[in-house]
């Protein structure tokens, strides 16, 4: 009696497997059609073409700003350590030289005057800058 339930689980247990492979065969060409695989890179397609182009609309409604029309930007820099930097900016119609250090940001020295034209600031020599003017300034 045994051997005769063991024989019947093992039947029951191989005919449904068998006929499931039959039929995953079947289907399995088809996933491979040419049809199949130009629906599914045109879906990805879409996808990203939707995704990029929704990130192109959110930076253009954001107004990114890509020029140097910005009321704070950065005249020249240069660094004094090996994570500390010095920054001469312009805000508005004031220049600022400011400390930039891993602890924080500090503000340097305001300047009254520019020190930096219009003209010399597209010249990117800070250091030969920041040299000619510091030695002028009383420092804290």
Known sequence: MPLRSL????VTVVVPVHSL??????NSSGLFSGGYLLQVIGSLLLVFGCIF????LLKKLNGVSMGHHTPVRVIGST???TREKVLLLQAG???LLIG?????VSTL???EE????ADQSKNRDFGALLGRVLPTENHR
Do not use: I, K, M
């Not at 024989?7 to 093992?10: A, I, K």
């Not at 182009?53 to 192109?56: E, K, N």
């Not at 930039?100 to 924080?104: K, L, T």
């Open 100 to 104: 930039v250090a891993p602890g924080g």
């Open 79 to 81: 660094r004094v350590g």
């Open 7 to 10: 024989l019947l689980s093992v």
């Open 93 to 95: 119609e004031q220049q």
């Open 109 to 111: 020295h305001v300047f």
């Open 53 to 56: 182009g929704l990130l192109f």
């Open 21 to 26: 492979a039959a039929d995953s065969s079947t």
């Open 114 to 117: 520019p020190v930096v034209s």
